[in-house]
């Protein structure tokens, strides 16, 4: 099946400073990625979906300027967590939507990135 | 909004018994249903789909069943293995739309 790389899959940052998240397409061109958060024994919770090369769009409740979204490519979107506090300590996952065909509807999703801001 | 809900939320069977999760979704507009296991520390792995058009599909010892009158889906597992042991999402979304996922079923398989 389709590939989504995540980097890192691990980052510990201090508190206060920024972390930056990739996460990659490897063999299809993603028109559409999606950025999860999750906690421990939870469901996975929405932040933002991105669409390349326009604005990201944010579910209710997550601050789009500490979590900001690029999609600047068809294969590329960043999460960076800016001026981190432990409480962002988290599981972020992206996931991709491949635009090709009858599975243009099918969503892969990375290994997740732990985070932790100490 | 959209909602989905899963059931049942933990789940022991043993070793090559089957296992079966239901889902409900209240979005009728949804055409497309994924599943995916997460085993843990890592991220949600694709194992089985079904669109609208499709009332049933079979993949190995999995299969999902669509009802799209009654608004549910179900994932079935049968002659399960321990490493089947994760967390199992639903989910559901209309098309080029976010998923909307359930809330997980912790899946044990008991040698």
């Known amino acids: 099946g389709a590939v989504v790389s995540q980097h890192p899959s691990w980052v510990i940052c201090k508190s206060g400073t920024s972390v930056k998240i990739e996460c990659r397409s490897l063999?299809?061109?993603?028109?559409?990625m999606f950025w999860y958060r999750q906690f421990p024994k939870q469901s996975l919770m929405l932040m933002a979906t991105s669409n390349e090369g326009s604005k990201a769009t944010y579910e209710q409740g997550v601050e789009k300027d500490k979590f900001l979204i690029n999609h600047a490519s068809l294969t590329l979107s960043t999460l960076t967590v800016t001026s981190a506090h432990p409480e962002d300590s988290s599981f972020y996952i992206c996931?991709?939507?491949?635009?090709?065909?009858?599975?243009?509807?099918?969503?892969?999703f990375g290994e997740g990135s732990w985070l932790t801001v100490v | 909004g959209e909602n989905v809900e899963q059931h049942p939320s933990t789940l022991s069977v043993q070793e090559g018994d089957s296992a079966v999760i239901k889902c409900t979704y209240s979005?009728?507009?949804?055409?497309?249903f994924p599943w995916y296991k997460q085993e843990l520390g890592k991220g949600p792995q694709l194992i089985i789909d079904?669109?609208?058009?499709?009332g049933e599909k079979k993949d190995q010892r999995i299969a999902v069943t669509l009802n799209k009158t009654a608004k549910h889906f179900s994932l079935h597992i049968t002659e399960t293995q321990p490493e089947d042991s994760a967390v199992y999402f639903c989910?559901?979304?209309?098309?080029?739309?976010?998923?909307?996922f359930g809330s997980g079923t912790r899946l044990l398989v008991r040698p």
């Open positions: 996931s991709a939507r491949g635009g090709w065909g009858s599975s243009g509807n099918t969503i892969y």
């Open positions: 063999d299809f061109q993603a028109t559409t």
């Open positions: 079904i669109r609208s058009n499709v």
């Open positions: 979005d009728s507009a949804s055409n497309y």
């Open positions: 989910a559901a979304s209309r098309r080029s739309y976010k998923l909307i």
